[in-house]
């Protein structure tokens, strides 16, 4: 069994764990073949080995390289008829931190993959997706995009980018049929956070449920994938943490400010060198 004529597909960057490798499996238990995107091989073998046998495609893709690209996205074509129903431009990095502090390079691999990797992906999609009918750009966005956060403000000014990119494509694909899309999860308990923090005996996830911070399952992101591209609403607060931010955000901004500066002390340390998605 391989891809079958009239099926369903999602190409998904940072397929090889984490919240790509969950909204993969949710796909593909609707019947949808998933092109798995990622440079991580091992973790891609993994991803594909958890769904049905030949339903899914290996795509070895740095989203900083625009040749690979538009090689992945062509190999993809090859194998589903030159269709292309979602792109779910997910893969992202998080890295922590006070600004003055962080280091060049690490700056400058969070904006290459957070953002121009994902501005690469829908510029090297935006042909396929455009003649696959009711197609969806569906953008990993975060919590931190709906209000900046200290410690992260370098991550968060990704994720407000993305965001940017979610609403200006909304309006500006509409007349090509393409739909535009973001999930703004919280903290959902990925690889991102079950590391253990440095200088400490706690992972991430046990560093943020003691501050009070909440940790959701990965299970909750394919249900909210899937109703963002099949929903009409542009952004999707995953879990309750980021849809109470939004809500502070546009209602209680000064309150929004206080609990940013109480979150600032767990999330820079948690993040820290950490991949996202």
């Not at 991580?40 to 690979?68: F, Y």
């Not at 904006?111 to 997706?129: D, K, M, W």
């Not at 449920?209 to 609403?233: L, Q, R, Y």
């Amino acid at each position: 069994m391989g891809y079958q004529s009239g099926q369903k597909t999602i190409f998904i960057t940072g397929g090889a764990s984490g919240l790509g490798r969950e909204v993969g499996r949710y796909f593909a238990a609707q019947g949808w073949f998933v092109g798995i995107a990622d440079i991580n091989e091992k973790g891609m073998a993994e991803t594909a080995a958890l769904l049905p046998d030949g339903q899914s495609s290996i795509h070895r893709l740095d989203v900083t390289d625009r040749a690979q690209w538009k090689q992945a996205v062509s190999e993809f074509g090859v194998i589903t008829g030159s269709t292309m129903n979602v792109l779910f431009n997910n893969a992202g990095i998080g890295e922590g931190g006070a600004i003055q502090e962080m280091e060049d390079a690490a700056i400058d691999r969070m904006i290459a993959i957070n953002l121009t990797g994902v501005i690469s992906g829908t510029r090297a999609c935006f042909e396929i997706l455009k003649s696959t009918p009711d197609s969806c750009v569906l953008y990993t966005a975060s919590a931190a995009g709906i209000y900046g956060v200290a410690d992260l403000s370098v991550y968060s000014a990704t994720k407000f980018a993305v965001r940017g990119l979610a609403e200006s494509h909304d309006i500006e694909f509409r007349k090509y049929g393409i739909k535009s899309r973001s999930l703004m999860p919280g903290f959902i308990d990925t690889n991102i956070i079950s590391e253990v923090v440095e200088g400490t005996n706690q992972s991430g996830k046990e560093r943020l449920e003691e501050a009070g911070i909440m940790v959701s399952p990965v299970s909750i992101i394919g249900p909210a994938a899937w109703g963002a591209v099949h929903g009409d609403k542009v952004h999707t607060p995953v879990n309750k943490m980021a849809k109470q931010l939004a809500f502070a955000a546009r209602w209680m901004p000064g309150r929004m400010r206080k609990q940013s500066v109480s979150l600032a002390s767990n999330l820079g340390d948690v993040l820290a060198g950490s991949e996202e998605k």
